[in-house]
T-cell receptor, first 111, second 114 residues
Framework: QQQVKQSPQSLIVQKGGIPIINCAYE??????FPWYQQFPGKGPALLIAIRPDVSEKKEGRFTISFNKSAKQFSLHIMDSQPGDSATYFC??????????FGSGTRLSIRP | DSGVTQTPKHLITATGQRVTLRCSPRSGDLSVYWYQQSLDQGLQFLIQ???????AKGNILERFSAQQFPDLHSELNLSSLELGDSALYFCASSPTGDGDQPQHFGDGTRLSIL
């Protein structure tokens, strides 16, 4: 029940395409859902985050869609660029469970 | 640059040994978090300190301990090291003690156990 399931494990998209990464959770006590971007040799960096009272949040080319009833949320990257190639982690947080990360998606944007 | 500094960047040691990893948080941040990232377990929360006190505990082994000093830097101590402890260890910081706030990560310490 504490898991956050992330898919796909890896993704290859052409430049300008819209990669979509999906996450699902079971614990309805989770109340904060951040996405992190990690480049090789670097620590994760917060990209965007959402709370369950909102169904969608946009920041620049990054959009989170949140479906509370399905207990699923996803990251969309508009007009993807080769510089977006990185590993992306979803996460879920509650005060009881603390932060639980998904297993990560290795994204490659082809020029 | 996140403003979080971790030292050393790399550490190579043997089984049974003890090591100390150091983290300096961003200026003004009172919370420090420690994470372990390994191929088989992914990214896991270990422990959080807020203004010198332990705030939250995750999947931290009894062989591991941490502390936060008055100047807010933190140390993670790993003892009786095993091969399975080989991993990247990240420190993150945030201004408050609330776990649902943006965290800023350092670039990690890569620990290799031979």
């Amino acid at each position: 029940q504490q898991q956050v399931k992330q898919s796909p494990q890896s993704l290859i998209v052409q430049k300008g395409g819209i990669p979509i990464i999906n996450c699902a959770y079971e614990n309805t006590a989770f109340d904060y859902f951040p996405w992190y971007q990690q480049f090789p040799g670097k620590g994760p960096a917060l990209l965007i985050a959402i709370r369950p009272d909102v169904s969608e949040k946009k920041e620049g080319r990054f959009t989170i869609s949140f479906n509370k009833s399905a207990k699923q949320f996803s990251l969309h990257i508009m007009d993807s660029q080769p510089g977006d190639s990185a590993t992306y982690f979803c996460a879920a947080y509650s005060s009881a469970s603390k932060i639980i990360f998904g297993s990560g998606t290795r994204l490659s944007i082809r020029p | 640059d996140s403003g979080v500094t971790q030292t050393p960047k790399h550490l190579i040691t043997a089984t049974g040994q003890r090591v100390t990893l150091r983290c300096s948080p961003r200026s003004g941040d009172l919370s420090v978090y420690w994470y372990q990232q390994s191929l088989d377990q992914g990214l896991q929360f270990l422990i959080q300190y807020y203004n010198g006190e332990e705030r939250a505990k995750g999947n931290i082994l009894e062989r591991f301990s941490a502390q936060q000093f008055p100047d807010l830097h933190s140390e993670l101590n790993l003892s009786s090291l095993e091969l399975g402890d080989s991993a990247l260890y990240f420190c993150a910081s945030s201004p408050t003690g609330d776990g649902d706030q943006p965290q800023h990560f350092g670039d990690g310490t890569r620990l290799s156990i031979l």
